[in-house]
């Protein structure tokens, strides 16, 4: 990230670090390094001040060194080491660098014949992302924001195209803190309330990309740091892998859900759309289900068993008693998941179990006059579904990109958005964007080096360049 920021322009130095022991630190989630207007600042801005204005002025979005000196002041409350955050790359504010045990290996000068005459060069544009005439930069200029994409799809796993994410960072999910505990009670019914512009959501992003802080009470602000600074001083973890289980379910339900919305969607024959999805949600609930022939059970209790048995058969051993408030939490949200997961997935099965298999006990004929209708509420049901629970492809391409190019999601500021009047994550607030506008830029999508030269991040064409940062009525 830095190398993207700063390697092609005046004396850059770049120091090369190593760590000696585990570093304890405070992950704030999402793109927390996003210096935007729009949300991505929100928890800093709670734990910090105590609150999040609606409408924040140009220092609370860009007053870095402010917010890192208090940052480090909540880092020496909790006696531990310092804060990691994300934007295109993940980055490490240490506190206390003697404390840390960080050692510095060695450090590059980069500087190359001609920064610092083309730096102070007023002819040349105010790029240092460009070669010369395009901007003041290096020779590297130019592949400094590409490369810098190219680390940040390490981030979502395998350059997008599925495997590991960044793992350097492991969480400690037994002392999680999150603003959706619904002990918050300032927050009841606000989180989906504060979208701006034309914010429409796209590609699972779902209703969590408006979700807010603003409205959030100082009570509940010092609520969610005391409860921060409880868990880090009072750590009591029970064992249980948190992170596999909600992996696991994803693995379920997932790709045949996707696949169920695909189904649903298509022009396929009534019937062919209707065996599919029986198919489908068969083979998530197979493991729990009786038929009434075997069982000797009536439809109801076979319903009501298999619901029971799908929502609870990951929790159902673990003792609420031996977990920390964090982990009753998950707990509560993983049952609350499988709760509407597993019962929407019943009630396609008995829909197009009837027209199938019919071992329920139920049958019927398809009428032409109204299976489409039908057909069009299991739709809206399976949409509904996963855009209340996020889980679409977001962080993945739809095809395997070639060896030159990358799977590039919006990713601040390194963003490909080509055409749009101003680029990165603003262009989302701008209401002359239309839905299929969004909908092209919140889809992952294959970019080799010509189209991101054209159209992304800090060093696109002139004539498709935006500002780093908005305008403000201050500036």
């Known amino acids: 990230m830095s190398l993207g920021i700063f390697g092609a322009t005046g004396s850059s130095v770049i120091h090369t670090l190593a760590t000696t022991r585990p570093l304890h630190v405070i992950y704030f989630d999402g793109q927390s390094a996003t210096l935007t207007e729009t949300g991505t600042l929100d928890s800093q801005m709670a734990i910090l001040g105590g609150d999040v204005p609606p409408i924040p002025t140009y220092n609370h979005i860009y007053d870095e060194n402010q917010r890192a000196l208090g940052l480090c002041a ?75 994409l190219r680390s940040a799809t390490w981030h979502y796993g395998n350059y997008g195209q599925g495997g590991p994410a960044f793992e350097h960072v492991k969480l400690d999910l037994c002392t999680m803190v ?45 609520a969610v740091k005391s409860q921060l600074r409880e868990n880090i001083a009072r750590r009591k973890c029970s064992g249980v892998e948190w992170g596999a289980m909600a992996q696991n379910i994803i693995s379920q339900h997932k790709t045949r859900l996707l696949d169920m919305s695909k189904t649903l969607d298509s022009r396929q024959p009534a019937l062919s759309v209707i065996t599919r999805v ?13 038929y009434p022939f075997a069982a000797e059970r009536n439809p109801n209790d076979v319903e009501a068993l298999t619901v029971s048995r799908c929502s609870t058969v990951y929790t159902s051993r673990v003792k609420p008693s031996a977990l920390s408030k964090s982990e009753l939490l998950l707990y509560r949200s993983i049952n609350a998941v499988l709760s509407r997961l597993c019962s929407a997935e019943w009630n396609l099965l008995k829909w197009s179990e009837k027209y199938t298999t019919q071992l329920l006990g139920e049958h019927e004929d398809i009428d032409p006059s109204q299976i489409m209708q039908q057909i069009d509420e299991k739709r809206q049901l399976v949409s509904s579904l996963l855009g209340w629970i996020g889980w679409d492809n977001w962080d993945q391409c739809e095809v395997r990109c070639l060896a030159d190019q990358l799977c590039a999601i919006p990713t601040w500021p390194v963003v490909y958005a080509p055409g749009f009047p101003q680029g990165g994550i603003y262009a989302v607030n701008n209401t002359r964007n239309s ?41």
């Open 74 to 148: 909540l880092v020496d409350e909790l006696g531990i080491d310092g804060v990691v955050r994300m934007n295109a790359g993940f980055e490490i504010l240490l506190c206390n660098w003697p404390q840390s045990g960080v050692e510095h290996l060695f450090a590059s000068n980069l500087t190359l014949p001609g920064n610092q005459e083309r730096a102070q060069d007023k002819s040349l544009p105010n790029d240092p992302n460009r070669q010369p005439p395009l901007g003041f930069g290096n020779a590297f200029g130019e592949q400094g924001s590409f490369e810098w």
């Open 435 to 475: 839905e299929q506008d969004l909908r092209e830029f919140w889809r992952p999508k294959c970019i080799n080096r010509t189209d991101f030269d054209r159209g992304g991040g800090r060093g696109r064409e002139p004539d498709y360049q935006f500002p780093d940062v908005p305008s403000y009525p201050e500036l």
């Open 178 to 222: 999150s603003f959706y505990d619904p002990e918050l009670r300032s927050l009841d019914g606000l989180h989906y309330g504060r979208l701006v512009g034309n914010q429409t959501f796209q590609n699972g992003w779902g209703p969590r990309r408006g979700h807010r802080l603003v409205g959030i009470s100082h009570d509940d602000a010092k």
């Open 278 to 290: 029986h198919e489908l949600s068969h083979a998530i609930l197979y493991a729990y289900i009786e």
